[in-house]
């Protein structure tokens, strides 16, 4: 339904997130990558969704001039919020593993916010959901790093991945947000923002 709904238009993913590509794929969409090259750099006194707003919203505004009028841009942006603090992509093994330890036998939330860009409109949203962590042990944890270098990950880690099957008690919410990428929220947003913008 909605790739007819799309048939006039070339989605543009603005992200190298092979994980984010791999969900719109799943959605059964077709799209041109088109990474955006913003500095991932925010007002220190926002919060939650706020952070994640402003980045999405600033990776669509580094990509705008290039867009043609049948395009519609997506980009996106994830946090992980603990206990007042969004906690972001680790630079190294040591801030990886204060992260985990960080997030270890509690809940946080996930909060992904997507813009849809186009030549007139833009519209931003975003997906909440909270996973609870069980209680990891310091080599589970060790092993996870050394063997999926989760540098790339906000929070530094992927539900898709090992410590998600071995560590994560549950998720209220979306789980493809945690992945990467809230696909209910994009399907929603690309029909209403196509009917309200013809090529």
Request: charged share 25%; hydrophobic share 40%.
């Amino acid at each position: 339904m909605l790739k007819e709904v799309l048939k006039d238009y070339k989605l543009i993913l603005g992200s190298a997130s092979p994980r984010r590509g791999e969900l719109l794929k799943q959605m059964g969409l077709t799209f041109e990558t088109r990474p955006s090259v913003a500095k991932e750099i925010y007002p220190v006194e926002l919060k939650r969704h706020e952070i994640s707003d402003c980045l999405a919203r600033l990776k669509a505004k580094s990509l705008i001039s290039s867009l043609k009028h049948n395009e519609v841009l997506i980009t996106s942006d994830t946090v992980v919020w603990h206990n007042g603090e969004s906690l972001a992509k680790p630079r190294n093994k040591k801030a990886a593993l204060e992260m985990l330890n960080k997030l270890n036998n509690g809940s946080h939330e996930v909060i992904t916010s997507v813009c849809l860009t186009t030549v007139e409109h833009q519209q931003v949203a975003h997906a909440v959901t909270k996973v609870t962590f069980g209680l990891l042990t310091e080599e589970e944890m060790d092993y996870y790093i050394a063997h999926f270098k989760p540098y790339d990950k906000a929070g530094a880690y992927g539900i898709q991945e090992w410590i998600g099957l071995i560590g994560i008690e549950g998720i209220e919410g979306s789980y493809t947000n945690v992945v990467g990428l809230p696909t209910q929220l994009v399907y929603t947003m690309l029909l209403d923002m196509t009917a309200i913008s013809k090529p």
